[in-house]
């Protein structure tokens, strides 16, 4: 069992940076692959970075590619969410989730999922 609390979001021009937070609590943290979803007004929740247990694996959207980095630190129970290079199209609620031993992609493969942050980028 974990429990996942998502931070950061906010306003930033096209262009900006922002880095989401997911405080997890529970013991079993570092026993979990994390991922991050987004969904956007009127569009179906999209799958959006992934990291394995020990963060040396990672997986991203190709819209995100080379612009945001997922990380973690198992220590502070802790995943983040570096979004560089944004733009309004990025525009989305941010859900953190975790979930198995395997990185994925997929969201029903993850049980836990954070209440989520809004990440607003504008033109």
């Known amino acids: 069992q974990v429990q996942l609390v998502e931070s950061g979001g906010g306003l930033v021009p096209a262009g900006g940076s922002l880095r989401l937070s997911c405080a997890a609590s529970g013991r079993t943290f570092s026993s979990y692959a994390m991922g991050w979803f987004r969904q956007a007004p009127e569009k179906e929740r999209e799958f959006v970075a992934a990291?394995?247990?020990?963060?040396?694996?990672?997986y991203y959207a190709d819209s995100v590619k080379g612009r945001f980095t997922i990380s973690r630190d198992n220590a502070k129970k802790t995943v983040y969410l570096q979004m560089n290079s944004l733009k309004p199209e990025d525009t989305a609620v941010y859900y953190c989730?975790?979930?198995?031993?395997?990185?994925?992609?997929?969201?029903?493969?993850?049980?836990?999922w954070g209440q989520g942050t809004q990440v607003t980028v504008s033109s």
């Open positions: 989730a975790a979930g198995g031993h395997r990185i994925k992609q997929a969201a029903a493969g993850y049980a836990y």
């Open positions: 990291i394995s247990l020990s963060g040396l694996i990672t």
